[in-house]
């Protein structure tokens, strides 16, 4: 209306100032205002989504989760035939291969990155990052590929039997029974491969918010360089450490098509690391062509409610505790 | 009592000297240690980079063997016949291109509202579930693209799978598009202000112009991340042996033709998955290649 009134007044009156400034401003603050309102939308869609997201899974488990309850979590039934279903063999495999994942790959990549960002020589740390880095890059199924190929008869035929002959740990829980070859323990060593760039990048960017002084005074005092590292950067630098293990436990329960094609995949609760087993998301990768009847495909569904909550929970925990050494850091 | 004075004086001396002594040894043993325990870290880095190294080797030794023509031109194949992968390849593309679609406009319009509305609350809280929505398993994304598309028509499609890529390309996007718009200088944007412009054509042609090879790159990553996803197509794009072009349709990709054939008995396929693992990574590596060259050539100066 605005535009259409200054046009006919300046039709009207040609020897008045020209509109076009008024005008350019007027158009330029709705053009502001359907700017904001549009990026504004763009990122209102990530809550919706997310909450769509959460919803919709929930509602596919729901039958699940509404015909066997809480203990659905807690039973280790897993009878397609009669449709009894519980997840408590595939809740263990995830945290027992999670486990096994982070004991392995957290010392590697704690080292490493103290490695890159104190130790190493110049022209070899871009190098060693850029590889260390490339792990995250290779897809999943590569991983499962290898993994089954060769990792698993690698283990089968040369690391299992070091440990029950040579170290003769056969007669201990840990290491009884017969070694198929696709076990527990595959599946936490292809973990730790695949969480490793993850942990190993978060501490590198922690150690880099590490005050240069609080190096700088440890050597002062007559700290050796390796006192430097564990009494002054190490403490300084815990919490985020400890928020990118957590971010690699995110990342290890999640893990899906690698693990499926070496852990085994049995309904089965052993204590045994060389038994074959199964975690949530396999379950659900492995399972879902096979599904036949409604409750069973609602029992997958209800795992992967599961395993959201237990991702958004891992996460925000992690989040948190790299976001607050980085204030630490910033801080000082 | 006297008669300790003499030893005490001695055991005096010989406390100091045994304590120097002792420092040196302790200052010996502590340098040690030091030793040690960066040599260690040296060792981690040896270990970390070891399983790379052996992946590839296997990846190069027995993929290179098994790519050729056919691989390229022809559909999967029973065993004993020979066939390729061309439609999976084509599939995966199709795949990327839907998530694209839908990824890049919703990335990048929420990465700049992000970067404009920096420490607004709204901002925070849509930065932290960018993060939460990143940190979501993909299979968990699968059933939900599932759920709301495949499940109410009753039967698999393209579209499915590119909405759970979608799904896992947006976070990415988002993060890659704020980092790169909080680079550009606000006193180019304060330029653009000063020469008339409005604030959402500075936001636009200046600002987001000059972080285009940053998000470039960015949206370029989250391409090679999610042409190698599997566990989200399962029950989304669930695989085809044929060829499809339609986003109603069941479609194949690369990655669940590889875990097909990875599983089966089959040498022979055992084969073709290799040979499907190293295309993969290739064109993965070549996509993350290609995000550092758009950075650095075309777009070099614009960054400064």
């Known amino acids: 209306m605005t535009d259409v009134s200054s046009a006919i007044a300046a039709r009207a009156t040609p020897a008045t100032p020209p509109p076009s400034a008024a005008s350019r401003i007027e158009g330029s603050s709705r053009g502001d205002r359907v700017y904001r309102w549009a990026t504004t939308g763009f990122a209102l869609l990530i809550p919706i989504l997310l909450t769509f997201i959460a919803w919709e899974v929930f509602a596919a488990g729901w039958p699940a989760l509404k015909r066997f309850g809480f203990s659905f979590f807690f039973t280790s039934d897993w009878d397609a035939v009669n449709e009894h279903f519980g997840a408590a ?95 527990m323990l595959a599946a936490g060593c292809i973990l730790a491969i695949m969480v490793l760039p993850y942990i190993s990048a978060v501490t590198r960017e922690v150690l880099a918010a590490v005050p240069r002084s609080q190096r700088e005074a440890a050597l002062a005092l007559g700290a050796t360089r390796w006192e430097m590292i564990w009494d002054a950067v190490l403490p300084f630098a815990r919490s985020g450490i400890i928020g990118g293990i957590i971010l690699g436990l995110g990342r290890a329960l999640g893990e899906t098509m690698a693990v499926t094609m070496v852990i085994g995949n049995r309904h089965e609760i052993s204590a045994s690391l060389i038994a074959p087993g199964y975690t949530m998301a396999s379950v659900i990768a492995n399972e879902f062509s096979e599904a036949t009847n409604d409750v069973h495909v609602s ?9 959201l909550v237990v991702a958004i929970v891992v996460n925000a925990i992690a989040r948190w505790l790299v976001w607050q050494t980085g204030r630490a850091g910033g801080g000082q | 009592m006297t008669a300790s004075a003499v030893p005490r004086r001695a055991a005096h001396r010989s406390y100091r000297e045994e304590l120097a002594a002792s420092t040196q040894r302790t200052l010996a043993r502590r340098r040690i240690v030091s030793r040690v325990m960066i040599g260690l870290t040296y060792l981690a880095a040896v ?20 790519v050729n023509w056919s691989f390229f031109t022809k559909i999967p ?19 990327v291109l839907i998530a694209s679609a839908i990824g890049l406009p919703v990335g990048i319009g929420a990465g700049l509202y992000l970067a404009e509305q920096r420490g607004t609350k709204l901002a925070n809280v849509v930065r932290f579930l960018s993060d939460v929505l990143n940190g979501l398993p993909s299979i968990v994304l699968g059933i939900f693209a599932w759920q709301v598309l495949v499940r109410p028509v009753k039967h698999f499609s393209a579209l499915a799978g590119g909405v759970a890529l979608a799904a896992m390309m947006i976070p990415l996007v988002t993060r890659a598009t704020e980092e790169m718009i909080r680079l550009v200088p606000v006193s180019m944007r304060e330029a653009a202000l000063a020469l008339g412009y409005p604030k959402w054509r500075t936001s636009l042609s200046v ?23 599997t566990a989200p197509l399962l029950f989304t794009a669930f695989g085809n042996s044929f060829w499809s072009f339609s986003p109603a349709q069941p479609i194949a990709a690369l990655p669940m033709q590889i875990y097909t054939y990875a599983i089966s008995p089959y040498d022979e396929w055992h084969a073709q ?23 650095r050539s075309r777009f070099g100066l614009g960054g400064d």
Do not use: C
């Open chain 1, 89 to 183: 063999p595939a809740i263990f495999g995830t945290i027992v291969s999670s486990i096994i994942a982070l004991v392995l790959a957290t010392p590697l990549a704690v080292g490493v990155a103290i490695f890159l960002s104190e130790f190493a020589p110049t022209w070899v740390r871009q190098p060693v990052a850029f590889l260390v880095d490339l792990l995250a890059a290779i897809p999943s199924v590569v991983y499962g590929l290898w993994g089954i190929l060769v990792m698993v008869p690698m283990l089968r035929d040369h690391v299992i039997p070091f440990f029950k002959n040579t170290l003769h740990l056969g007669d201990t829980p840990l290491f009884s029974g017969p070694a198929y070859g696709p076990s």
């Open chain 1, 299 to 307: 029992a997958l569904m209800a795992i992967g409610a599961g395993l």
């Open chain 2, 47 to 66: 270990l970390a980079t070891l399983p790379l190294i052996l992946i590839l080797y296997y990846l190069i030794r027995v993929g290179a063997s098994s």
């Open chain 2, 77 to 95: 194949a029973p065993v004993g016949e020979q066939g390729g992968m061309a439609n999976a390849i084509v599939g995966t593309g199709i795949l």
């Open chain 2, 207 to 229: 600002v987001l112009r000059t972080a285009l090879p940053g998000i470039v790159t960015g949206a370029l990553v989250a391409v090679a991340r999610i042409a190698g996803e």
């Open chain 2, 273 to 295: 998955a290799w040979a499907g693992a190293l295309v993969l990574l290739t064109l993965v590596l070549v996509i993350s290649l290609a995000a550092r060259f758009a950075t």
